[in-house]
Structures are given as C-alpha cells and as structure tokens.
C-alpha cells in the first residue's frame, strides 16, 4: 500500500525556537494533506487541510500564524511550530489523499504517517 | 456539535471472546464514509475497515465487522475472537463527500484491553 512519512518522529526543543515537521508520500503523489494533533489520551483534532500550490485552510482555533504549513510539491507538505510553547507539546500526524483509490466515495484512500511527537521544553 | 460519538471510554473483553466497540454519528451530507482506525501505543494510525452510506450489506474484514444501521446512525465495531494484540486505542471516524470537504473527523475513541 502507498506510504506516508513523517520526519522527525519526535523532537524536542526550547521554548521560542521554531520547529518544523515534515509529510512525504513516498509512492504516490498527494494534492491534498491534512495535520492533526493529538493531545495526550485524546483523540485526532484536525487542524488544517494543506492543498499543493495554494493556502491551507484552517480549521476554526487553529492560529495560522502559529502553525505554518506549506505543500509546495505533490509529495510534501511541512507544519512549522513557530515560536513553540510548552503548550505545544503534542502528537501532530499527517495524513496524505491517494486519488488513485475509489474505494471511499470516490475520494481517494487516506493515509497517515507516523506521527512526529514535539517536546517543548 | 459532536459528529462523532464514541461513549466508552474503556473496554474489557477476555481473550477469544468478541468484543463490540459503540460509534454513533451526526450528519446531514447523503454521502459519507464511516471508517475505523486502531491506533497503537506507538502511535500510528491502522485503517481497519470502511462503510460507505449507500453501501446495502454491512463492511467485513477478516476479524473486523461493521455492524451500520443507517436509521439510527451508529456504525459499532466488532471484533470477533479478541487477540492480546488488539489491545489499544480505536478510533470511529467520518467523511462528509459533499459538504466535509473530504476532510476525516474522529471520535474521541475507545481504548480496548484484551485480558488473558
């Protein structure tokens, strides 16, 4: 099945430093991505829907100056945490659109990768 | 408001027993998807199984069922012959086709453990 990568798995850093998380699809190329988070013992939030060669939108709460994402090719898209905060800390995981798959209404299969967990210390 | 329902916050099922994981959702989109993920302690999302809403016969996959009963809009799992390794997170999840913007929305999932 087609893949999706994540890098860094997990990273920590210092309060007020900038860190940024990458999503590949390593076989299939990907017009849409999507970021979530995912706080401890809670579920996926979705944050943003990031679209190649355009703005991502954001869902309603999420700071879009906070959380900068840009998908400038069909096979990345990159979340940058700016100015990170303790508060930060969390599970963020993407999740890339394969439209090659017509199983789920016509939409394409979704694919996760494997999660980048920030620290901020 | 809550599109996604997931009431039990934990479960307990003794091993080789079946066990039923509860999912209700809200929508008014004709077309949408239900899906089921397992999520790990390492943390990386496994799609388990998918029902769409025009979809007449109820989803299975090896151990993996879908019981959908569109009238009252609940999509339960059930997992047939627990094994220890299914002890983990499952999460209920939803696309809306026309009016989500394909984007997939989760339940605040449900944490099985599989006893001995």
């Known amino acids: 099945g087609a893949v999706v990568s994540q890098h860094p798995s997990w990273v920590i850093c210092k309060s007020g430093t900038s860190v940024k998380i990458e999503c590949r699809s390593l076989d299939f190329q990907a017009t849409t991505m999507f970021w979530y988070r995912q706080f401890p013992k809670q579920s996926l939030m979705l944050m943003a829907t990031?679209?190649?060669?355009?703005?991502?939108?954001?869902e309603q709460g999420v700071e879009k100056d906070k959380f900068l994402i840009n998908h400038a090719s069909l096979t990345l898209s990159t979340l940058t945490v700016t100015s990170a905060h303790p508060e930060d800390s969390s599970f963020y995981i993407c999740s890339a659109r394969d439209l090659r798959g017509g199983r789920f209404l016509g939409t394409g299969e979704l694919f996760f990768g494997e999660g980048s967990r920030l620290t901020v210390l | 408001a809550q599109k996604i329902t997931q009431t039990q916050p934990g479960m307990f099922v003794q091993e080789k027993e079946a066990v039923t994981l509860d999912c209700t959702y809200d929508?008014?989109?004709?077309?949408?998807?239900l899906f089921w993920y397992k999520q790990p302690s390492s943390g990386e999302m496994i799609f388990l199984i998918y029902?769409?809403?025009?979809?007449?016969q109820n989803a299975t996959e090896g151990r993996y069922s879908l019981n959908f009963q569109k009238a009252r809009k609940s999509a339960n799992l059930v997992i047939s012959a627990s094994q220890l390794g299914d002890s983990a997170m499952y999460f209920c999840a939803m696309r809306e086709g026309l009016t989500g913007g394909f984007k997939t929305i989760f339940g605040a999932g449900t944490r099985l453990f599989v006893k001995a």
């Open positions: 929508t008014s989109d004709p077309s949408y998807g």
């Open positions: 029902q769409g809403s025009y979809d007449q």
């Open positions: 990031s679209n190649e060669g355009s703005k991502a939108t954001y």
